[in-house]
DNA sequence: ACCGTAACTGTCCGATCGGTCAGAACTGAC
DNA sequence: GTCAGTTCTGACCGATCGGACAGTTACGGT
């Protein structure tokens, strides 16, 4: 054995996305992944602090990537605003499929985890999707949208191609949101 | 103690019901419900068989409205169809609140669980939802709007009052599925 | 060839899980 | 008061969890 440490690490984050997304958080035991990886369940935690620390790792690049948008998107306003949050939360949700589906797996107990803020970042994303507005309508509808992206890209891809996905879930959120397209 | 059966059972299920749609299944140990009762935890397996049996009897309601849902529209077509089913979905959510919350923590496991058919349940509501239609665009739409509903009924009602939420949801998901009001 | 270090593992640990069981505690009918 | 039956509990069980640690193996510089 003896693999170099950084080809290890890459194994163990991709077995551990795979079952994470497939059977939760909870659901995978160090074990699992060990076995999956074809290591010790000890080699995982000589890697890794913690169980953890392994999923932290995991969610880090979403994380990054939705403060991105939402950085991207600071300066808009109005239409462009929407549309600009709506295309970008659309690919991120696809471009994360599986990160996505183990996010809100546990998302209870992530919302009370130490290194992820995803809380409330989604918060930022809920703003940008009302176009900055308070009143009702518009947050109902941008939650809606957020919740309607995150589980359909979530769902096993038996829906449509991936390309005419896209298309079709930023068409719909943008008629969500009541957004006429300019 | 020793009160009587049918009420200890309310009991169990009230405190299950509250600590799994915070906690999720798995993340909630018959401990702690038997805390939260006040009672022994041998006392909960007295009065059900198992863990599996409380969550199947908590959501076995929620499961016969949307079965009766189903029934309801299964002979509407066109506009009827989407709307009424909308409707009924919108308003079934909005009752079965913390039973839509835990069923959505543990969906992965609930796809493989025997006595509840969830999954063949939410099939046939996408396909009210798409108006019977088998084409992309129907299709993802529905998809967002299942998840849509789901995700907005489930956050905590910081959102907005539950009849501006429910009329909200209605109009907005009617959007989605670009139903032009009759 | 040697050796320090990085990579890895077998084994053990305490905690907690769902569940079992014999028996105590309570209740209502008589 | 007595007693049968329901309700309830403490103690215990095997399994599994995340994690700790000493010791072993493999590798690269010298």
Redesign the interface.
Known sequence: MARSASAMRGQILKSALRLFS???F??TSLQDIASDVGCSKASLLYHFAGKEKILTELLTPTQDALAELLDRVAGLTGGRLVEETVVGYVDLTLRFRREIRLL??????MSCHQDLNVMELADGLLDALAGRSHR??A???A??????????SA?DGE??PDE??RA??I???L??L?HTPS
Do not use: K, Q
């Open positions: 497939v059977h939760g909870r659901g809100f797996e546990d998302i209870t107990e009702a309508p947050r109902v509808a939650w809606m949208v957020l919740g309607a992206v995150f589980i359909t769902a829906v449509a005419v996905l079709e879930m068409r719909s959120a008629r969500t009541d």
